[in-house]
Structures are given as structure tokens and as C-alpha cells.
């Protein structure tokens, strides 16, 4: 690149930009991918090389300057030019149909409504001057709230510059995704932090954390859904306003309808109530508004909330029951976790007898006993947690539950770190987390092992086959069938996934070796960058937080563990069995080597309970494989997969009458 003209790399970085910032569009916004993501990758280093090269040339909507370095040293203060007002709420059918009433009572106009889903989140104001973004701030107190420019710079699925040249602000919510929640608290749990009630809270702690790198690293995403000042003077309803919004490539909630009565809007309502849980993000009701703008002035404000919408609150999916026991379990890091077993309790549609309690603190700070009435309910709809006691029906002998000092596997002592909120076991050689590091190196994200189960795993620690990972592959036939219920096919076929794992890419390895704070694309990334293990092992805390997208706490821990004697004696393990130990460099569709797949270039939906795969492993899997896998239906979708109660995704597939598989279907194709 240093060979290029300044006129040569001006008219590349012209070409790279728009070309970047369009697939960044279809990805985040659209959740249509239109390239591969290592084709985006190629593009996106090219033009990261260009900007090293020629800094002077560097534009503020390149999407490498999403993110800076420099940390906020706090909020400033951002006055709204117009208020950011409240919603009045309705908790039941007879509250809608008298807002209905005051509506038609203050206009002569034709009432259509416009409807929205609640989106549970942070309500924020963004700011464009000749289409460029120049603000971000939150509602605050809906007069006054706080410039978070560089946390919103960092949210991929917000434009830097807009399709038109228009000064315009667009108002919405930033939201966390349920997977993306459900990540980082595990993440945390790992970690021995503190964890976030719900969505809403993780997505306004990282928007309100004063590092936009943190805010990057969480995958957080918006819906735009409404602009207080409107150039083009033909917009003259909510829901053209919206089409005006899309159009500028700004991301808007694609469920929105119109309706011309009331009833039409309570089927509405009901439908999202019931099929909620289906949805990639969390609601919380439903937002009426009144389509035309004129009837909206003249309908008109109270102090604090427009007379011409309402917001519907869904009930809370809570429910009660009898708390039984705790039970403790041991992770892959040593954090020790508690389970409520429960009496069992219809939640969401289905039958829970197990809730998270999260860590010892919260335990403590929710008084939570043997034999007391909890509130149930599912975090991110998705995993059940136990919210409070109801202490009114608190037996009067209750006593407060004692927590335990001893680890219930190896019953060394556990600690309680003065900076963590969880109880952890260090002995290295606690049989759980072996059992769960070994668990964690065979699944499908890591070596991808098949036929190797936790209680294959349990078996072969018990029996003293293994004493870690690299034992794996000492293993012999005659061994594994000493084990319970391990025939002789079973055997072979276990030991020929063994075999080919050996030949997995460095970053599977990587991965798979559990190390605190690396996740799958921070290995990735570092396979990448250093090919080998030899390098890996010497490189510093700088040369390994100099990858763009890894800071220095993944840095440190990567660093610090290839420092171990444990580490160094295991990879000599990995080198004498043959395993892989470099970075194999092959797009996605060589490694499936399959050229004929019904899946290639395929646009996939997920949907509904899987019995056999988690999620992410089949969206993983299927990637490999050429597809792109899409979190909504739409007419470019190709095939939808539909687990047990496979909800409104479905019924849209239905009705645009794209091919739907069952999970079986999908089994028999893979086989």
C-alpha cells in the first residue's frame, strides 16, 4: 500500500467505504449478509492498511473510526431542542378502548392507528448535519440528557452517513439482543462479576459505561421510530415518517401495521403476547399512536405524554412457587453456581422446576431459604430465574440458608474474591471442572468432537483413561469399551472423530483450551494474526493487544496462561499426538468441501425448541456449510427450520409459502 499515489489511495478509500458501509447495512440492519464474512474482513483490512498508510486521508464515516481510544472522563450534559415525552399506559382492553373514545372525542379526522412493539430498552435521540452522524444522547429526565456520541458511534447498525445530505434527528431505542445477553452474563458468571437483571439493564450499563470498546464488544442494536422534525413536508403520517426513516438507511421494526379500528389493534396485541418469546429481542407491550400528524396536533399534549398514543403494558410472565432445595454446581473456571429446585411451575409456555439464583451475593440480598414462595420468571425470555420471596407466606421456623465453604465436588475450601460476587474453587485438580474444561474442548464451537458426552468424559476421568484434554488422544479401543454403554461401533466412531479433530484450524484449539476471557473470535482473531502456536507463546501482552478487536484483558490472560508450566507441559502433549498446532487459512466453503449441499447459498431461519442441536452450534454449522443464517423471515428467505413451538416465523414462512423443515428433515439432509 505504500507504493500508492495519494490520488490512488483517495479513489480506493472512495470505492472501500460506501462498499463496506453497504454490507454493513444488509448485515446489521437487514440481517441479510450479501458478502461472506471473511470477503468482508479482506475489504475491511485493505482499507485499514490505505488509513496507515495515508492518515490525513482518514474520513469520520469510515467504519474503522467507529471506535476510538481514548476513554470518556464522563457524560456531558445535552439539552433536547424538544422534549423527549413519556407514554400514558393501558394494562387492560377497557384502558385502550376509552383512549380510543378520548381520540375520536378531539378530532373530526379518520382515525387509523399506528402500531408498534414496545421495545424494552433506552430511549435515545440521534443527531445528523448533512446526513453525517454528529450526536447521540439519551432521554435523561426527557428535557436534559447525556451525550453518549462515542457509545453510539460503536453500535454497527447505525449509519455514520445517512443516504440524503438532510440535518435531521431521529429518536428510538438501543437495545441488547437476547443472545447477546445471555452471552455476556455467562461470560460474567465465568468471570465471578456481577450479573444484569435483564436486557434492558445490560443494554443502558454498557451504553452508559465510559469506554466505547466495552460498548462495541456487546452487540447492541436500535429501532428508529420517529423523527420530531421531518424536512420533506409530504410526510404527513407515522407510518411514512417510518417508510422516510428506512429509506435514508436508518433501522426500523418491520412488524409495524396500520390498522383503521381498535379491534384490529387488540388482535394485534394478542398475537405479539403470546408468540413474544419467539422474537430475537425483549418487549414489553405495545405502542398506539395516531397515523396522521394533523389529527396528532390537534388531539394534542398533556404536561408530560401526548394525548394521541398510549402505551400497552403486557402483564408480568411471572409465577410462584415452592423452593425446595440449592443445588451447587462447579464450572470449567471454578465458579461455583446455585440452582433453585423448585416445585414444578407453568412459565412462558412451559414447565420449569429449575431457576437460576445467579451467585452467593444474590442469594444473601434476596434472603432466599429453604421452603419459601418465589416469583419465577425467564431472563431474556429465555433462562428462569428466581426474582424475590414472597415473605408473607415465609414459614415462621424459616432460617436463613447457610452457604456453603466447602466445594461440592472435591470439597476443597472455596473463596470468596474480594472483586467477584461469586464462591469459587481454585484446586486445578477439582474433577468437575475437568470434567468441564474437557466438556468445553470436544463441543462443536471448539474440536468438535462427537460422541464425546459429559458422562463419557466423567467416565473416562473416573476410570483414570484421562487426566487431561491431550489424553484424548491416547485413547485405545479396549479402553472406551470398559466404559458403561460403549459398544463397539460407538468405539470406532469416537475415535475417528478423535482422529480428525487433530486436523482442526489453530483457533479450534485455541478456543477449546478454555482460557479466561477468549472467546471464539478473539481466537480467531489471534490465529490470524500469529499462525502458530510457537508464536503465540511468545508473543507480548503488545503484540497481542495490537489485533484490532482484542483489548489488553484478553491480552493479559491469553499472555499469562502460555506462561504456565501446565500450559507449556500440555501443548508438548498436543505436538507429540499429532495434533494441529497452525492457523489453516480456507474460506468456509472449502472447509464443508461440499460443492453440491442443499444449504450453499442458501438464506436459512431458525425457529422454535431444537432437541438436538443448541442454536448457535447449528448457526455455526450450517455457515459452514455456505448458508447464511437470518434471525427473521422475509421473501429472500430459502428454507426455514421449525423446532417444537415454532411460532409467528413460521406462521410468516407459511404464508409466503417457503419450504419449512422439521428438525428430523434437517438431521436426515446432514447425515
Not at 486521508?57 to 473510526?65: E, N, V
Not at 456487546?218 to 422534525?229: D, E, G, H, K
Request: some cysteine; aromatic content about 6%; hydrophobic content about 35%.
Amino acid at each position: 500500500m505504500m507504493n500508492l499515489s495519494v490520488h490512488k489511495a483517495q479513489e480506493l478509500m472512495e470505492e472501500l467505504i460506501p462498499q463496506l458501509n453497504h454490507h454493513s447495512y444488509q448485515y446489521y440492519v437487514l440481517d441479510e449478509p450479501s458478502i461472506a464474512d471473511s470477503e468482508y474482513d479482506k475489504l475491511y483490512q485493505k482499507l485499514l492498511e490505505i488509513e496507515e498508510a495515508f492518515p490525513e486521508l482518514i474520513r469520520d464515516d469510515s467504519p474503522t473510526q467507529r471506535v476510538g481510544d481514548q476513554l470518556a472522563e464522563g457524560f456531558q450534559k445535552v439539552r433536547h431542542d424538544s422534549p423527549m415525552l413519556s407514554l400514558g399506559n393501558a394494562f387492560n382492553i377497557e384502558d385502550l378502548k376509552d383512549f380510543d373514545r378520548r381520540v375520536r372525542q378531539n378530532t373530526n379526522d379518520t382515525i387509523e392507528y399506528e402500531v408498534e412493539l414496545k421495545i424494552d430498552g433506552l430511549a435515545v435521540s440521534l443527531k445528523y448535519e448533512d446526513g453525517k452522524f454528529v450526536q447521540g444522547a439519551t432521554r435523561g429526565n426527557g428535557t436534559i440528557g447525556e451525550d453518549i456520541t462515542s457509545n453510539i458511534r460503536a453500535i454497527k447498525s447505525i449509519p455514520l452517513t445517512l443516504r440524503k445530505p438532510v440535518n435531521l434527528e431521529v429518536r428510538g431505542e438501543v437495545y441488547m439482543p437476547k443472545n447477546s445477553f445471555i452471552e455476556l452474563n455467562t461470560r460474567r458468571e465465568e468471570e465471578g462479576k456481577a450479573l444484569f437483571a435483564n436486557p434492558r439493564n445490560a443494554a443502558a450499563g454498557t451504553l452508559r459505561n465510559l469506554d466505547p470498546k466495552v460498548t462495541a464488544s456487546r452487540n447492541l442494536n436500535v429501532f428508529l421510530y420517529s423523527a420530531p422534525s421531518i424536512p420533506d413536508e409530504s410526510i404527513d403520517t407515522q407510518s411514512k415518517a417510518l417508510a422516510y426513516i428506512k429509506g435514508l438507511g436508518l433501522r426500523t421494526n418491520p412488524t409495524s401495521q396500520v390498522f383503521k379500528s381498535m379491534t384490529d389493534v387488540v388482535s394485534f396485541i394478542k398475537e405479539y403476547q403470546e408468540n413474544r418469546t419467539d422474537l430475537p429481542y425483549e418487549i414489553d407491550g405495545v405502542v398506539i399512536k395516531v397515523n396522521n400528524f394533523d389529527a396528532q396536533e390537534a388531539i394534542g399534549y398533556t404536561v408530560k405524554a401526548p394525548k394521541w398514543a398510549i402505551a400497552y403494558k403486557f402483564p408480568a410472565e411471572e409465577s410462584f412457587t415452592i423452593l425446595r432445595d440449592i443445588e451447587w454446581t462447579v464450572g470449567r473456571t471454578g465458579v461455583v453456581t446455585p440452582t433453585a429446585i423448585m416445585d414444578p411451575v407453568q412459565l412462558a409456555g412451559t414447565t420449569v422446576q429449575r431457576a437460576s439464583l445467579h451467585n452467593v451475593d444474590l442469594i444473601e440480598e434476596k434472603d432466599v431459604r429453604i421452603n419459601d414462595t418465589v416469583a419465577v420468571r425467564k431472563a431474556g425470555d429465555i433462562i428462569p430465574e428466581v426474582v424475590r420471596v414472597d415473605f408473607d407466606e415465609r414459614q415462621e421456623d424459616s432460617k436463613p440458608y447457610p452457604i456453603p465453604r466447602d466445594c461440592p465436588v472435591c470439597q476443597s475450601e472455596l473463596v470468596h474474591l474480594e472483586d467477584e460476587v461469586a464462591l469459587r474453587c481454585i484446586n486445578p485438580q477439582c474433577p468437575a471442572q475437568l470434567v468441564e474444561k474437557a466438556s468445553h474442548f470436544v463441543s462443536r464451537n471448539a474440536m468438535n468432537i462427537d460422541g464425546l458426552g459429559p458422562k463419557v468424559i466423567e467416565q473416562l476421568f473416573k476410570n483414570e483413561l484421562i487426566k487431561d484434554t491431550a489424553d484424548l488422544y491416547m485413547l485405545q479401543k479396549d479402553d472406551l469399551l470398559e466404559l458403561d454403554r460403549m459398544g463397539e461401533k460407538s468405539a470406532t466412531n469416537l475415535l475417528e472423530a478423535v482422529e480428525s479433530s487433530k486436523s482442526n484450524s489453530l483457533e479450534r484449539l485455541i478456543f477449546g483450551l478454555g482460557i479466561r476471557h477468549v472467546g471464539s473470535k478473539a481466537a480467531r482473531l489471534i490465529a490470524e494474526e500469529f499462525k502458530t502456536i510457537e508464536a503465540i507463546t511468545e508473543a507480548t501482552i503488545e503484540d497481542v493487544s495490537s489485533i484490532d478487536g482484542i483489548g489488553e484483558i484478553i491480552a493479559s490472560s491469553l499472555v499469562e496462561y502460555f506462561k504456565l508450566e501446565e500450559t507449556t507441559e500440555l501443548l508438548e502433549k498436543f505436538k507429540n499426538a499429532g495434533v494441529n498446532l497452525t492457523y489453516i487459512d480456507q474460506d468456509r466453503a472449502e472447509k464443508a468441501n461440499i460443492s453440491t449441499n442443499v444449504f450453499k447459498d442458501k438464506t436459512v431461519v431458525l425457529t422454535g425448541k431444537l432437541e438436538h442441536y443448541k442454536r448457535a452450534e447449528l448457526k455455526e454449522l450450517l455457515t459452514d456449510l455456505g448458508a447464511n443464517v437470518t434471525g427473521s423471515v422475509s421473501k429472500n428467505t430459502d428454507l426455514v427450520i421449525a423446532g417444537e413451538d415454532a411460532g409467528s416465523k413460521k406462521t410468516k414462512a407459511e404464508s409466503l409459502e417457503i419450504p419449512i423443515w422439521t428438525e428430523n428433515q434437517l438431521l436426515e439432509e446432514l447425515s
